[in-house]
């Protein structure tokens, strides 16, 4: 069983910035292809960027492209997600998935491990 911890999220004005991570309890968190997704109340499930185990290629939804930046660290198990120019509709519970197929994955279903959410709101 893969236990996946996000940590990072919380309360912050429009334009600023935050840092997600995804810590992984399985030093096998190389071999998994890595995602995060968001979910704002009354809304389905979003893909926003994923990560590629194999190749270290990267997908990213539209709606997120130049101002989020996924990345991940191996070495210390953990996944992050660099968020820039927030703004009021970023406001969701951010999750990180994992998989262990190659490439990108950018839909929900194909992600069999999730972490439980962090909160991220931006307000003024």
């Known amino acids: 069983q893969v236990t996946l911890v996000e940590s990072g999220g919380g309360l912050v004005q429009p334009g600023d910035s935050l840092r997600l991570a995804c810590r992984s309890s399985?030093?096998?968190?190389?071999?998994?292809?890595m995602g995060w997704f968001r979910q704002a109340p009354g809304k389905e499930r979003e893909f926003l960027a994923s990560?590629?185990?194999?190749?270290?290629?990267?997908a990213y939804a539209d709606s997120v492209a130049g101002r989020f930046i996924v990345s991940r660290d191996n070495a210390k198990n953990t996944l992050y997600l660099r968020m820039t120019n927030l703004r009021a509709e970023d406001t969701a519970v951010y999750y990180c998935?994992?998989?262990?197929?190659?490439?990108?994955?950018?839909?929900?279903?194909?992600?069999?491990?999730w972490g439980q959410g962090t909160q991220v709101t931006v307000s003024s």
């Open positions: 998935a994992g998989t262990f197929k190659e490439e990108t994955v950018t839909t929900s279903d194909d992600n069999p491990y």
């Open positions: 990560i590629s185990y194999k190749t270290f290629s990267r």
């Open positions: 399985e030093d096998t968190f190389s071999t998994y292809t």
